[in-house]
């Protein structure tokens, strides 16, 4: 029998990213396991901003300052989106880092997350080739089994 105890939900708080919670709410009922939502914030100065003469002008603040915002602003979401989850979800968790997809990966290994449960916004072309897939980066890296979820065009 496979034993699924956490569960590792995966948001970037956008609206197709919802696409993920009733599935990870089945499999919480089903298995008696919590979720566990992370939002990963990617540090700006180390994004593509970071390229360009002095990041700071182009976000009109530092980038420290911006990030701690960001950061506080995903705790406040993750805390709504934990309360229409219900009683299965045990944690919220929102950190700041350079890839999402690498961010997901180590706090899966580190907490030894069962299962992860994320949408994929399933970009092709040169979206894809632009953005690359975190979901795509996350499915061949994880230490567990991931189920991605396309969202409805």
């Known amino acids: 029998m496979i034993a699924i105890r956490e569960i590792l939900v995966p948001t970037d708080l956008s ?10 709410r089945g499999f919480a009922e089903s298995f ?4 566990v939502l992370l939002a990963v914030i990617e540090d700006p100065a180390r994004s593509v901003l970071a390229g360009l003469d002095s990041a700071d002008l182009w976000l009109g603040r530092d980038a420290d300052s911006l990030t701690a915002g960001l950061l506080k602003e995903a705790k406040a979401r993750l805390r709504i989106v934990a309360e229409k989850l219900g009683t299965a979800c045990s944690e919220t968790i929102a950190i700041k880092g350079v890839h999402a997809a690498r961010e997901i990966v180590r706090v899966a290994g580190e907490r030894g997350s069962d ?8 970009r092709t072309g040169v979206a894809h080739a632009l953005m690359g897939s975190t979901a795509e980066r ?6 567990c ?9």
């Open 15 to 24: 609206e197709a990213s919802a696409a993920a919670f009733p599935y990870a």
């Open 32 to 35: 008696h396991a919590r979720i």
């Open 115 to 122: 299962l992860i449960v994320l949408a994929t916004h399933g």
């Open 138 to 143: 996350v499915v061949r890296e994880a230490p």
């Open 145 to 153: 089994p991931v189920l991605a979820v396309r969202v409805p065009r």
